[in-house]
């Protein structure tokens, strides 16, 4: 059984949270690309980005960059408020919702799996909690264009 600390555990968990985001990727040699990180490998932490537009304008369908020529990575948008949705689902489940703010991850009546990629479960219960979910994300995605 292999020991991973838990600051490993939350880079890679922190890491993993950018997938599907969009992203700006700065290369050692002061490229920068921007798009949506599709996935990357854990142990080069090379990464895969659609849609990579360049300063200039140049658009890559699919563009690998190789992790030891990444200086940094930026997240464009801010990162969906986990806990004021928590906070709302509990004003609607109270002393049914329980938040892991390390894990980013909601769970209600230990059923259903609330994630910034969305909701995991079946049934009326999981129904409204994606509604919940759906409603919460527009208005929060709203907020964040104005601002």
Known sequence: MAFVDSATRRFTAEFSSLVDKHVVVRTTNGQ???GVLLGYETSSYSVVLKDARTPSGEVFPRLIIYGHAIAE?????PPLDMEELAKRLEELFPKMVKYAPEARVITIMDRIRVTERGVEGSGPLAERVRSIYEKFVEEWRAKHRAA
């Open 32 to 34: 920068s690309f921007e």
């Open 73 to 77: 990575i930026r997240l464009t948008e």
